[in-house]
T-cell receptor, first 115, second 111 residues
Framework: DTAVSQTPKYLVTQMGNDKSIKCEQN?????MYWYKQDSKKFLKIMFS???????INETVPNRFSPKSPDKAHLNLHINSLELGDSAVYFC??????????????FGNGTRLTVT | RKEVEQDPGPFNVPEGATVAFNCTYS??????FFWYRQDCRKEPKLLMS???SGNEDGRFTAQLNRASQYISLLIRDSKLSDSATYLC????????????FGTGTRLTIIP
């Protein structure tokens, strides 16, 4: 029944490690996103993919590499984790935004803590 | 000027009261507008879309003022369960397909 699911829910790791977060949606949407919510609760877009193609990369460090094997999946791999990467990462999906009234549907978030 | 700006609050409002939030946006060509709600340690969830003519969903009313570039959310007869952070979301239409979030307005309903 879950519309947008991401795993893991919690991720605790040490600086310098490499980790991945997975996301899948069963809503039939063409567009998927990664958002980061920092300690001040501000939600900022990181990446957007449309039908497996990268369309937005918001000046995110290249330690972050998204991968979309198909339009229902968008994974996020992070190399050489830093303390400042600690945040909640949300995956989301939607119909193309040029269609009016295309809201985002979010996964339940991955709380990443880098120690 | 921030692209999407909200008063962060917190708003502490007695149960049963009416409360209203505004959100301003920077680009007059902005298209879609939404209000989202986020509970503590949860994902944002769509509360309602905002249409040009204004729209209502039960106790919630959303309005768009294009001339002054703001949207508003009115909550009538507030309930304890309305306590949450309310996020204003706008497609600023800068030529790329993304939705920009405001910083959120925190609302606490007091018994």
């Amino acid at each position: 029944d879950t519309a947008v699911s991401q795993t893991p829910k919690y991720l605790v790791t040490q600086m310098g490690n490499d980790k991945s977060i997975k996301c899948e949606q069963n809503l039939g949407h063409d567009t998927m996103y990664w958002y980061k919510q920092d300690s001040k609760k501000f939600l900022k877009i990181m990446f957007s993919y449309n039908n497996k193609e990268l369309i937005i990369n918001e000046t995110v460090p290249n330690r972050f590499s998204p991968k979309s094997p198909d339009k229902a999946h968008l994974n996020l791999h992070i190399n050489s984790l830093e303390l400042g990467d600690s945040a909640v990462y949300f995956c989301a999906s939607s119909h193309p935004l040029r269609q009016r009234d295309s809201p985002l549907h979010f996964g339940n978030g991955t709380r990443l803590t880098v120690t | 000027r921030k692209e999407v700006e909200q008063d962060p609050g917190p708003f502490n409002v007695p149960e049963g009261a009416t409360v209203a939030f505004n959100c301003t946006y920077s680009n007059s060509a902005s298209q879609s507008f939404f209000w989202y709600r986020q509970d503590c340690r949860k994902e944002p969830k769509l509360l309602m879309s905002v249409y040009s003519s204004g729209n209502e969903d039960g106790r919630f009313t959303a309005q768009l003022n294009r001339a002054s570039q703001y949207i508003s959310l009115l909550i009538r007869d507030s309930k304890l369960s309305d306590s949450a952070t309310y996020l204003c979301v706008v497609n600023l239409n800068f030529g790329n397909e993304k939705l920009t979030f405001g910083t959120g307005t925190r609302l606490t309903i007091i018994p």
